[in-house]
């Protein structure tokens, strides 16, 4: 046996050493990864233990200026799926498929992602929830989830635009105020496995999601469907490519309605709104499909430009009276061509084949003659006409809040011949979107301010508390208020007196200008295509609404502005000013033909004297009353001429009326019981109460029973019995 | 000899201590893998447990088994660990991602390179110890000595284990290094191996994107880097005092068979720092006596031997600290007394066992 030599022990010792020297450089390693680096790398490992599923946000509401909803959010649910914790993906595809009604193959494709988390269904129904809820499957998961919905379907698509899938704003006001509508959203956080499944003893963190603001419109419920009904009906009548209606609050700048038709659903933007959309799409290939919807969702008042045509007179009017190269009666002389400009092809008046001779600047307007404007314009020259063009608003955005907003085109004064002065004088050679045209027609009648559009008034939270509102701009004055005063009694004129008459609506002082412009395609005037329209302000005196109608391309035939724009703004003005409550106020001549006019009369009893009188009062009635008490506290419980009586407009209509407190209140039956009949009828008729007697004598029962409940005029029947004795 | 001497107390505590450990660190690492696996979360823990029992009784055996006796079987002994390797080529061999490493035997089944591993360290030793002076000559030590490492590792090479073919070579190169052969030599033979590693990582793709992984772990984290930063995601999120027994968050299936080659990250997830110093510690202090018991050997093959043992545990075990800490490239080595693994437990109970019999006949204290 032999013992172990000196080297052997001493590379053993050196072994030693040696192992404890890397045990040492180890533990320092070791240390710096958990001490130094501890934190960093902890952090790290946070992050990819953390699995997040995001919690959409409500997404503020959208409502008119009076608080009605035109665009809300509602709860919804979504089923997720974390396909790593799913146990038996055919049965489970099998229950989900079904009660989701999708595709079984999809669901299971879903089902088996090599992914952390697959969307399986968004915006299911309660239902649906709680049937999946029951199910009880394992990986799927049901978050809360909210959608939106447009209450009113197709109407104000173009101011309240729409959202895609993940509730982000694509078009209009849900756009352009996506960031304050949308909210924070919040999360759920779950520490998960490598594969994403849950951690057994861990406890999930929600963040919840803040909901965004809502946003109060300057549109009007009841204006817009107005405008709505309005281009519904001229784009049917006349065959129209498109129509548009917008009503503007002059003095604020207030957009009150706006709408363009054929329109889309904002709830499916996708989907054909009428049957001629849905056979004309069915035509379609999904390229051109998609083409067609990215037209029709462009909103047309504000991104479009077209030629004006006789509208824009009124600027070249507004702008020839504030400078003075023209007064109200100033003489012009119409023999059919423009010849002051030379011009490759003559300049005519609309009327050239029966000119319209001498006439006064007023009654130039009233005949929308060009050749009068044609000289205004030349007065003015390029550079000051160019100057109130711009000032007005004209080649420049107004700054709306809504998208893809155009400038319209404005030749340069550099650029401007004598002809393109002359043309553009009436309205030809420049082209404007019709949201410039309003804003400029709404400048024309405040007083002279040019106004910012405003669509969106303010901005409040969740419980209706005020956080942002934005106030009327005025960008600038661009006239004077006597030349603006000047321009409504011009534009009565036309309503009254000229091309206009057919927008006139007695009462409510309308004035207006007609417009009927050759459509310019490819650069050129297409024949046979035409836009007309009408710009209508009223009252004029004191103006409430500026109304823009435009029918893009009638198709009857009859394409005159004056023939099929005006009519339709006369009605708009009509039932715009009887909802806003207007004062109408009759010219003598008015009130006579007012009063020859035959009325049905309303119902109105039920009512309580307040809104009978108001009623009545609306549709030109006058009326008596034998009461004189507090008006909220009567009611009508008979009027004479009966309802559906046809009368004499302004008749008078004799009111019988109640105390509503006894009609409405409940009255305790009495106790009658040995009573006379002489009595009972005086109890009786004291508080109104109806009888029927039976037999003679005292009072032996009665039905109801006393200390019944019983309603004002209620039957009671009283039994009677002679005593004997 | 006197029989009555007492073992090294020292050496078996730590060592219970680490089985102790491991057998909770096992249940704690394995439980997603054995809940979610085979359903049972107890599953590894119960085999463990098993094994540490057993391990106990073979260390417990060996302490009083006399080492000499050792010497004389250990022919018997190497052809018996050589046999057992041949029997995964029948089909009791059973097949784990491509690589033949397990024998079943029905009621269990068994590693045969980790009985490998102590096997050939003591026909090693034994040869070594019969021929003193030879280790000095080429021909007649160092020579066979090679062949007798090559038989070892080989036999392991051959189930597609490179890893811990390696750990062994290195463990046996020590013991010819301890034997006292030359130096020259033994740098000759370094500089072979060298060679051979490179030549090894040339060949293979996959070894030269370890050492891309070792180098930059963080670039490639979601392909080769994934293990090496999950396993300093581990360490890191455990900081000094550590998440907490059972609180890692790591072993869930971020860091594959943590209760394996991993293990030690695990440790410092959950115990941290102090943790991961405290098994250290335990680890040095085996090293520390074994070497002392190799030092105070009374006869040559009970220095080689004990040499041979210590070298084994200390070369594994500093080699899965520094994959784990991702000191080295990474590949893939169990922990001693702390990974799963039945028959590498019982060895290496065994294998102290035979430690602490050589302590009983040292010359010296054995305080």
């Not at chain 1, 309605?257 to 799409?281: H, I, L």
Request: proline residues 4%; contains cysteine.
């Amino acid at each position: 046996m032999s013992s172990p030599t000196f080297t052997t022990k001493k590379r053993l010792v050196f072994m030693l050493l040696a192992v404890s020297v890397v045990v040492f450089g180890l533990m320092m390693r070791l240390g710096y990864i958990q001490i130094v680096r501890g934190q960093g790398l902890k952090d790290e490992a946070l992050e990819q233990w953390a699995k997040d599923i995001p919690i959409g946000p409500k997404r503020g509401a959208i409502y008119d200026r009076n608080g009605k909803e035109l665009a809300v959010s509602i709860s919804s649910y979504q089923v997720d799926c974390i396909p790593a914790d799913v146990n038996e993906p055919e049965r489970s595809a099998e229950i989900i498929s079904t009660i989701l009604d999708l595709d079984k193959e999809d669901v299971l494709s879903d089902l088996t992602k090599r992914q952390s988390i697959v969307k399986i269904k968004r915006w299911i129904s309660d239902e649906e929830a709680d049937e999946l809820r029951e199910a009880d499957l394992d990986g799927i998961v049901i978050v809360p989830d909210n959608k939106r919905y447009y209450p009113y379907g197709n109407f104000a698509s173009y101011i309240l635009g729409f959202t895609d899938y993940d509730n982000k704003g694509l078009y209009g006001v849900e756009r352009t105020y996506d960031k304050y509508l949308t909210g924070t959203p919040g999360r759920l956080i779950k520490n998960t496995d490598s594969l994403g499944r849950q951690l057994p003893g861990d406890v999930e963190r929600l963040v919840e999601p803040e909901s965004g603001l809502n946003a109060v419109l300057t549109i009007d419920e009841t204006i817009q469907h107005i405008a709505e009904k309005a281009a519904l009906e001229a784009q049917v009548k006349n065959k129209a490519k498109r129509t548009a209606v917008i009503i503007m609050e002059p003095k604020t700048g207030n957009v009150l309605a706006m709408s363009t038709k054929p329109d889309f659903d904002p709830n499916n933007p996708r989907e054909p709104v009428t049957e001629e959309q849905k056979q004309e799409w069915a035509q379609l290939s999904q390229e051109q499909l998609i083409k067609e919807w990215n037209s029709i969702w462009r909103p047309y008042t504000i991104s479009d430009n077209y030629e004006p045509g006789s509208t824009f007179k009124i600027i070249t009017a507004a702008a020839g009276l504030e400078e003075g190269v023209v007064t109200k009666d100033s003489t012009f002389h119409c023999d059919g061509y423009v010849r002051q400009v030379k011009s490759p092809k003559p300049i005519k008046c609309w009327r050239y084949y029966n000119p319209h001779g001498t006439q006064t600047f007023v009654e130039g307007a009233e005949n929308s003659c060009n050749e009068v404007f044609v000289e205004v314009g030349l007065r003015l020259g390029k550079d000051k006409m160019y100057e109130y063009v711009r000032e007005f608003g004209f080649g420049d955005k107004t700054g709306i809040d809504l998208t893809s907003e155009a400038y319209g085109l404005v030749i340069r004064p550099e650029y401007i011949k004598e002809v393109n002065l002359a043309t553009m004088s009436f309205g030809q050679g420049i082209a404007v979107t019709p949201i410039q045209l309003v804003t400029a027609m709404s400048a024309v009648a405040n007083g002279g301010e040019l106004m910012e559009p405003r669509i969106v008034k303010e901005l409040r939270d969740q419980n209706g508390e005020l956080v942002h509102e934005f106030k009327p701009e005025v960008k600038k004055r661009v006239i004077s208020k006597e030349t603006s005063d000047t321009m409504m009694e011009i534009l009565r004129s036309v309503v009254d007196n000229g091309t206009g008459g057919n927008a006139y609506t007695a009462g409510y002082r309308v004035g207006g200008k007609t417009g009927t412009a050759q459509k310019v395609v490819d650069g050129r005037y297409a024949s046979g295509k035409y836009i007309a329209s009408f710009a209508a302000i009223a009252p004029t005196d004191d103006p409430e609404i500026a109304v823009l109608v435009i029918i893009d391309e009638p198709s009857t035939g009859v394409y005159y502005g004056g023939l099929i724009a005006a009519p339709v703004a006369g009605e708009v003005v009509k039932e715009t000013l009887d909802y806003l409550d207007v004062e109408l106020k009759y010219t003598a001549e008015e009130l006579e033909e007012e009063l020859k006019k035959k009325v049905i009369v309303p119902d109105v009893t039920g009512k309580d004297l307040n809104e009978a009188a108001e009623m009545l009062a609306g549709q030109g009635f006058k009326y008596t009353t034998q009461e004189s008490g507090a008006k909220g506290s009567l009611i009508i419980v008979d009027q004479f001429p009966k309802a559906n009586t046809e009368v004499n407009k302004g008749s008078k209509i004799e009111l019988y009326t109640q105390d509503k407190v006894e009609v409405e209140d409940t009255i305790i039956v009495p106790n009658l019981k040995g009573q006379s009949p002489e009595k009972v009828i005086e109890t009786l008729n004291e508080m109104n109460l109806r009888f029927k007697f039976n037999g003679n004598g005292l009072v032996m029962d009665q039905v109801p029973k006393p200390g019944t409940e019983v309603k004002f005029n209620s039957l009671i029947e009283v039994e009677f019995q002679k005593r004997d004795w | 000899m006197a029989k009555g001497k007492a073992s090294d107390f020292t050496l078996m505590i730590a060592t219970i201590l680490l089985v102790f450990i491991g057998i909770i660190m096992v249940f704690s690492s394995s439980w997603p893998n054995a809940l979610y696996k085979m359903n049972d979360g107890y599953y590894f823990l119960k085999k463990q447990l098993i094994a540490g029992v057993i391990g106990l009784f073979a260390m417990l055996f060996f302490m009083n088994f006399p080492y000499w006796r050792l010497n004389k079987l250990s022919k018997l002994i190497f052809l018996g660990c050589i046999g057992l390797s041949l029997l995964l080529y029948t089909p009791l061999g059973i097949e784990i991602n491509g690589a033949k490493r397990w024998i079943n035997f029905g009621i269990t089944t068994v590693q045969p390179s980790d009985a490998m591993k102590l096997g050939s360290i003591i026909y090693l030793t034994s040869f070594l110890s019969r021929r003193k002076e030879d280790i000095k000559s080429i021909k007649k030590g160092v020579l066979p000595a090679l062949v007798i490492i090559g038989i070892g590792t080989g036999t392991i090479l051959m189930q597609k284990d490179l890893s811990t073919s390696a750990v062994l070579g290195m463990a046996l190169v020590i013991i010819l290094f301890i034997a006292g052969m030359k130096m020259l030599h033994l740098t000759v033979l370094g500089v072979l191996g060298l060679g051979a590693v490179a030549g090894a990582i040339a060949l293979e793709d996959f070894r030269l994107n370890r050492i891309m992984a070792f180098l930059n772990p963080f670039e490639y984290k979601s392909g080769i880097g994934w293990q090496v930063v999950q396993s300093l995601y581990a360490l890191g999120s455990g900081g000094v005092f550590g998440a907490g027994l059972g609180k890692s968050r790591q072993k869930f299936f971020y860091i594959p068979e943590p209760y394996n080659d991993f293990i030690f990250a695990i440790i410092g997830e959950e115990l941290g720092f102090i943790g991961c110093i405290t098994v250290i510690v335990l680890f040095l202090l085996i090293i520390w006596r074994g070497i002392r018991i190799a030092l105070n050997a009374k006869d040559l093959f009970g220095c080689l031997l004990a040499s041979g043992i210590v070298s084994l545990i200390a070369v594994q075990t500093l080699i899965h600290i520094a994959v784990v800490t991702s000191s080295m490239p990474p590949t893939g080595i169990p922990l001693p007394f702390i990974s799963y693994g039945g028959t590498s437990l019982m060895v290496y109970m065994a294998a102290v066992g035979i430690l602490l019999n050589i302590s009983r006949h040292t010359e010296l204290d054995r305080s």
